[in-house]
């Protein structure tokens, strides 16, 4: 098998909300992809339902060979590749395997980004504050409040997690 013939999985980009759409374009064409679902549940005004969402808002995974690769962007709902160093980023099937096996496993998943353990050191990112190191005393949501030290005094602040990166204690 040539090198442009080898299957590799792939990330596409999708239009907002097309995900299950997406999937479903390509169930059609007989190519093989992954739009991971999560069972979640969803309360409106009258009613609470278990519905099943994409797990990763705006992607589906695609299985294609590296010759054929650029026919799926003229699918409908695909925008792009996710790309690393410039190329459409290359997929492990185990990180797919991981993920399946993941969702089999357990319900209502979320995808976090960017975990701020308690007693983390981080550093503030922006702000009057950036560049200031100190200690995660809570996470709340988005938000955590961390402890800085400065003159021989303790002052604590909330922070967007965003504006806090984490510190490697080596």
Excluded at 79 to 89: E, F, I, Q, S, T
Excluded at 93 to 108: A, V
Excluded at 132 to 144: I, P, Q, S, T, Y
Aim: net charge positive; glycine share 4%; with cysteine.
């Amino acid at each position: 098998m040539a090198a442009d013939e080898k299957i590799r999985w792939y990330a596409v980009y999708t239009k907002p909300r097309w995900e299950k759409k997406v999937a479903s374009l390509l169930d059609e064409k007989n190519i093989t992809h992954y739009c991971p679902l999560n069972k979640t549940l969803r309360q409106w005004s009258d009613r609470k339902k278990t519905v099943l969402e994409p797990l990763f808002k705006g992607y589906v995974f695609v299985q294609v060979a590296e010759n054929k690769k650029w026919e799926l962007l003229t699918i409908n709902g695909i925008v792009n590749y996710v790309h690393w160093l410039g190329k459409p980023a290359m997929i492990k099937d185990e990180e797919i395997e991981t993920i399946r096996k993941f969702l089999n496993e357990f319900e209502s998943v979320e995808v976090v980004e960017g975990v701020l353990p308690q007693n983390a050191m981080v550093k503030v990112k922006q702000g009057a504050f950036m560049d200031f190191k100190g200690m995660v005393l809570e996470v709340m949501g988005n938000k955590a409040r961390v402890r800085i030290e400065s003159m021989g005094i303790q002052l604590c602040a909330t922070f967007e997690k965003k504006n806090l990166e984490l510190i490697n204690n080596l």
